[in-house]
């Protein structure tokens, strides 16, 4: 096995192990068992590293998102940002993407950044499920531009709060965003590991290779 396919298994375990951890923590039948969710990983320019195999749609969707977001975003070590605004990189209003930027020990920028995407079960809107026959974005649920759901490691409690305020079942609700905050966090600190292993330039480097 050349050098370049381990280190793609390197970097394909990471969200992999972010999908594992979303799946297992989850708090609704949508992504404990239908597993509707996807993980992936992204460098520092927001370029597509590593993907695991889970819901396609999402995953074309992403790296439109980390484009946006890259230079839109403030960025420090413990934030995550939520949004599941198509008109910016999402796909429909359950679909709900985290993401959260990688800050390896003495950098002062975002060396990586991993996120992941989640059908809820309910977003608000005119109907249950938030999947309605709408003729409006408006109609079918609440619409999240990106916002820091996360500032320096710290919920804000009132992004938090007006999300589950304006769904039909709050607790489900942050129970699956708090699952999608755990998953980013087992993605950060893989990576983070990796970088202590073989280094941050080896590791850069080797993410541009692919």
């Not at 003495?106 to 990586?112: D, L, S």
Request: glycine share 8%; hydrophobic share 45%; proline share 7%.
């Amino acid at each position: 096995m050349t050098d370049i396919e381990v280190f793609c298994h390197l970097f394909a375990a990471i969200p992999e192990e972010m999908g594992v951890t979303l799946g297992r923590t989850g708090y609704s039948p949508n992504i404990k068992e239908r597993r509707d969710f996807s993980c992936a990983l992204f460098d520092a320019q927001a370029l597509l590293v590593a993907e695991a195999a889970h819901i396609p749609v999402h995953l074309a969707a992403l790296p439109m998102l980390l484009a946006r977001l890259l230079a839109a975003i403030e960025w420090h070590d413990g934030d995550v940002v939520a949004c599941n605004d198509p008109y910016v990189g999402g796909t429909h209003l359950p679909g709900m993407t985290l993401v959260a930027p990688v800050f390896a020990p003495g950098e002062p920028a975002p060396v990586a950044f991993v996120a992941n995407r989640a059908h809820h079960a309910d977003v608000g809107g005119m109907a249950p499920g938030s999947m309605p026959a709408s003729t409006e974005l408006y109609q079918e649920g609440l619409i999240v531009p990106p916002v820091k759901l996360l500032e320096s490691g710290r919920l804000n409690d009132g992004v938090m709060d007006l999300i589950c305020r304006n769904v039909r079942t709050p607790d489900e609700r942050r129970g699956d965003l708090s699952a999608q905050i755990a998953a980013n966090r087992t993605g950060v600190q893989r990576f983070l590991q990796l970088v202590e292993r073989c280094g941050l330039g080896e590791v850069s480097r080797r993410a541009r290779m692919l």
